[in-house]
């Protein structure tokens, strides 16, 4: 079994078992604490990797157009037993054209590789991968602590997969003059911005090259306080105001489409699995805006200067949540972020080498302790249902490509 994210259905494969507590249990402590020496060295990795391309899929109206068009050729080689070609559309999502630098695919595959190196540690990835590193930075030149920018450059350039990711993040740091903190600082925000244009790959290129001019770099470079998590949340304003919309205007490209907008509006309504994750993004919405009125009374209660920096960096990315819940999607790696998605938009249907894990239609507001005794109505059923629709679709589509009948494979 390979690990991957079937965009067609929501299921998640995953080549490694699940432990016993978390099948018990539930995945909330796996997106709370991916790293937990209880899950092994490979989960915390595969599980979130593919993990984060199911919420690029929600975040994103270019990944779920992709998704529409299949759906519709789906239904129309259902309604109609013929099978539509695949358009345009669909072929340059993988393809490497002329004028851009990398494919929109390989974008993708950088984005949820930035963050599981993040969450993982380079450092610790180096070790697992066995990929060899020249040299160290100093230590003051480290971005969190826990490793160097030496090492997080090197592991997204490098690693068995680098042919699938390397290539966005090797033409950022030509770009930028091997600037690592300006990637880190502005790669999250600008990477989501792009995938809701419906021209990525030329948005996202746009975006960097505007954030390498002078006076946008010294302004983001003096504002760095050493806190990676605490910049992206610091800078957010600063670069969708002086970088995404003067690119999108530029461009004359729309604002900000998501996945959800594409789901509400278009076929995708009709898919029996992901038309149910709008009401489970409403319960996620309203839980960002009662948490922080929660934390906005617990703030008038307590006098300002004596909060630590802890605390003050929590105030802000509960705060920044309640305002702008994409923020929320765009910093998966953020822990707080990543426990949300995790809790509230976990992915349908993930199957494991040992355990086929279904998550609940229906998102709780709160968390329970007690997960075995609550009730439970799963999408197992009807990603099973899914599953055999796409199956036989797939077969008539290499029926096809033979020169076969539709039903050669069945």
Same mark, same amino acid.
């Not at 593919?50 to 779920?64: K, N, P, R, T």
């Not at 599981?116 to 070790?127: G, M, Y």
């Not at 938009?345 to 086929?356: E, Q, R």
């Given at each position: 079994?390979?690990?991957?994210?079937?965009?067609? =259905?929501?299921? %998640?494969?995953?080549? +490694?078992?699940l432990?016993? &507590?978390?099948?018990?249990?539930?995945l909330?402590?796996?997106?709370?604490?991916?790293?937990n +020496?209880q899950?092994g060295?490979?989960?915390?990795r595969?599980?979130?990797?593919?993990?984060?391309?199911f919420?690029?899929?929600?975040?994103?109206?270019?990944?779920?157009?992709?998704?529409s068009e299949?759906?519709?050729?789906l !239904?129309?080689?259902?309604?109609?037993?013929?099978? %539509?070609?695949? =358009? /345009?559309?669909l072929?340059?999502?993988t393809?490497? $054209? /002329? @004028?851009?630098?990398?494919?929109p695919?390989?974008?993708?595959?950088?984005?949820a590789?930035?963050? #599981?190196?993040?969450?993982? =540690?380079?450092?610790?990835?180096i070790?697992?991968?066995k %990929?060899e590193?020249?040299?160290?930075?100093?230590?003051?030149?480290?971005?969190?602590g826990?490793y160097?920018?030496?090492?997080? @450059?090197t592991?997204?350039?490098?690693?068995? #997969?680098?042919?699938?990711?390397a *290539?966005?993040? *090797?033409w950022l740091?030509e770009?930028s003059?091997?600037?690592?903190y300006?990637?880190a600082?502005?790669?999250?925000?600008?990477t989501? +911005?792009s995938?809701?244009?419906?021209?990525?790959?030329?948005?996202?290129?746009?975006?960097?090259?505007?954030? &390498?001019?002078?006076?946008?770099?010294?302004?983001i470079?003096?504002?760095?306080?050493?806190?990676?998590?605490?910049?992206w949340? !610091?800078?957010w304003t600063?670069?969708?105001?002086?970088?995404?919309?003067?690119?999108?205007?530029?461009?004359?490209?729309?604002?900000?489409t998501?996945g959800?907008?594409v789901?509400?509006?278009?076929?995708l309504?009709?898919?029996?699995?992901?038309?149910?994750?709008?009401?489970? +993004?409403q319960?996620l919405?309203k839980?960002?805006?009662l948490? !922080?009125i929660? #934390?906005a009374? #617990?703030? /008038?209660k307590?006098n300002?200067?004596?909060?630590s920096?802890e605390?003050i960096?929590?105030?802000?990315?509960?705060?920044m949540?309640?305002?702008?819940?994409?923020?929320?999607?765009?910093?998966?790696?953020q822990?707080?972020?990543?426990?949300?998605l995790?809790?509230y938009?976990?992915?349908?249907?993930?199957?494991?080498?040992?355990? &086929?894990?279904?998550?609940?239609?229906?998102? $709780?507001?709160w968390?329970s302790?007690?997960?075995? $005794?609550e009730?439970?109505?799963?999408?197992?059923?009807?990603?099973n249902?899914?599953?055999?629709?796409?199956k036989?679709?797939?077969?008539?589509?290499?029926?096809?490509?033979?020169?076969l009948?539709?039903?050669?494979?069945e």
């Amino acid at each position: 079994m390979s690990n991957n994210f079937e965009y067609l =259905s929501g299921a %998640i494969n995953i080549s +490694a078992p699940l432990p016993d &507590t978390l099948q018990e249990n539930g995945l909330d402590h796996f997106y709370e604490d991916p790293n937990n +020496a209880q899950w092994g060295d490979v989960l915390c990795r595969v599980l979130y990797h593919e993990s984060i391309h199911f919420w690029q899929f929600l975040a994103s109206g270019y990944i779920a157009n992709l998704v529409s068009e299949e759906w519709r050729r789906l !239904n129309h080689f259902e309604q109609m037993n013929e099978i %539509i070609p695949k =358009s /345009d559309f669909l072929k340059n999502f993988t393809l490497h $054209s /002329d @004028d851009k630098p990398f494919s929109p695919y390989e974008l993708t595959e950088c984005w949820a590789r930035y963050w #599981d190196v993040h969450t993982r =540690s380079p450092a610790r990835i180096i070790q697992e991968e066995k %990929i060899e590193i020249e040299r160290l930075e100093p230590i003051d030149k480290r971005l969190i602590g826990t490793y160097s920018w030496i090492e997080y @450059d090197t592991i997204m350039q490098k690693g068995e #997969d680098s042919h699938l990711y390397a *290539q966005p993040y *090797q033409w950022l740091l030509e770009k930028s003059s091997g600037n690592s903190y300006l990637i880190a600082l502005l790669f999250p925000i600008i990477t989501h +911005a792009s995938f809701g244009s419906p021209d990525p790959v030329s948005f996202f290129t746009g975006c960097f090259e505007r954030a &390498t001019q002078a006076d946008i770099t010294k302004e983001i470079m003096e504002h760095r306080s050493g806190n990676i998590n605490f910049d992206w949340i !610091n800078s957010w304003t600063f670069a969708w105001y002086q970088i995404v919309l003067p690119t999108l205007e530029e461009k004359n490209l729309p604002i900000f489409t998501s996945g959800f907008d594409v789901i509400q509006r278009g076929i995708l309504g009709t898919h029996p699995i992901y038309h149910q994750y709008l009401e489970k +993004a409403q319960v996620l919405w309203k839980f960002v805006k009662l948490a !922080n009125i929660f #934390d906005a009374s #617990d703030e /008038d209660k307590n006098n300002r200067t004596d909060y630590s920096m802890e605390q003050i960096e929590n105030h802000a990315i509960t705060e920044m949540a309640a305002n702008n819940p994409w923020i929320i999607f765009a910093l998966p790696g953020q822990p707080h972020y990543r426990h949300l998605l995790g809790h509230y938009l976990s992915p349908p249907m993930i199957n494991f080498k040992n355990f &086929t894990y279904s998550s609940d239609k229906v998102s $709780s507001m709160w968390e329970s302790g007690d997960k075995a $005794s609550e009730s439970h109505v799963t999408f197992e059923s009807q990603s099973n249902e899914l599953e055999i629709r796409i199956k036989r679709f797939r077969a008539a589509e290499k029926a096809h490509s033979l020169g076969l009948p539709l039903n050669a494979f069945e």
